[in-house]
């Protein structure tokens, strides 16, 4: 991609959708998790709307990452993904009281870090 291009509009689409597709596959994540809380018998998992729910939103989800990478640099692009395990982190301890140690807190720091150096060498 030349220099000109980087902010051009399909590049802003991209790292719009990858981050639409972030926040989706949390929310799947979180969906699902709740339904197998309610049941540890597979087969009833369909029975849950939280279930099913979480599988169609993990579908667009998946498509959503498929036009993303369609019109942006995958090594730009596909690390703003990581992105989720904060998100994930932030909604476990708000939703299921699960601990936020300062290790979580360092992995967190080591995510954005990365993500910005990966950010920057894309201006470049």
């Known amino acids: 991609m030349k220099p000109y291009q980087k902010f051009h509009s399909s590049y802003i689409l991209a790292i ?3 981050m639409l597709c972030t926040v989706l596959t949390v929310t799947a994540q979180i969906l699902l998790k709740l ?7 597979f ?3 369909i029975t849950y709307w939280e279930f099913m729910l979480g599988i ?3 579908a667009i989800s998946a498509l959503l990452l498929i036009i993303a990478l369609k019109h942006g640099e995958l090594s730009v692009v596909y690390p703003f993904i990581a992105l989720g395990y904060i998100l994930i982190s932030v909604a476990a301890y708000a939703i299921f009281n699960e601990p936020f140690t300062i290790l979580k807190y360092a992995g967190i720091f080591s995510i954005i870090l990365g993500v910005s150096l990966i950010g920057l ?3 470049k």
């Open 16 to 18: 719009a959708l990858i």
């Open 35 to 41: 339904s197998f809380s309610y049941s540890k018998d």
């Open 43 to 45: 087969s009833q998992l």
């Open 56 to 58: 169609v939103i993990y």
């Open 121 to 123: 060498r894309s201006r």
